[in-house]
């Protein structure tokens, strides 16, 4: 049964910072690229960071610089350091395989805001 849990969202103030987490199943975790992904309400998924098995990580350029993303293949667990949050920023946070597309987890909240 392959699942995405996704954890550590929070409120946070903007400026501050938040570590999210995904730890996955089902799936030969070291194989794929894994990406993190976010919906804001009333708008679209997007992709806002990636990173490949031999970890080569690549940003969407509205979070380019503040966000890093990592991955432990022995935990099957892939994170998103997100650092100088902005109120844009508040959205349902997502792991998932950009090849997979299916099997999305519940997501974390996050909210910035004063």
């Known amino acids: 049964q392959v699942q995405f849990v996704e954890s550590g969202g929070g409120l946070v103030q903007p400026g501050g910072s938040l570590r999210l987490s995904c730890v996955a199943s089902?799936?030969?975790?070291?194989?794929?690229?894994m990406g993190w992904y976010r919906q804001a309400p009333g708008k679209q998924r997007e992709l806002v960071a990636t990173?490949?098995?031999?970890?080569?990580?690549n940003y969407a350029e509205s979070v380019k610089g503040r966000f890093t993303i990592s991955r432990d293949n022995a935990k099957n667990m892939v994170y998103l350091q997100m650092n100088s949050l902005k109120p844009e920023g508040t959205a349902v946070y997502y792991c998932?395989?950009?090849?997979?597309?299916?099997?999305w987890g519940q997501g974390a909240q996050v909210t910035v805001s004063s």
């Open positions: 990173i490949a098995p031999g970890d080569s990580p």
């Open positions: 089902g799936i030969i975790f070291r194989r794929y690229v």
């Open positions: 998932n395989p950009p090849d997979l597309g299916r099997y």
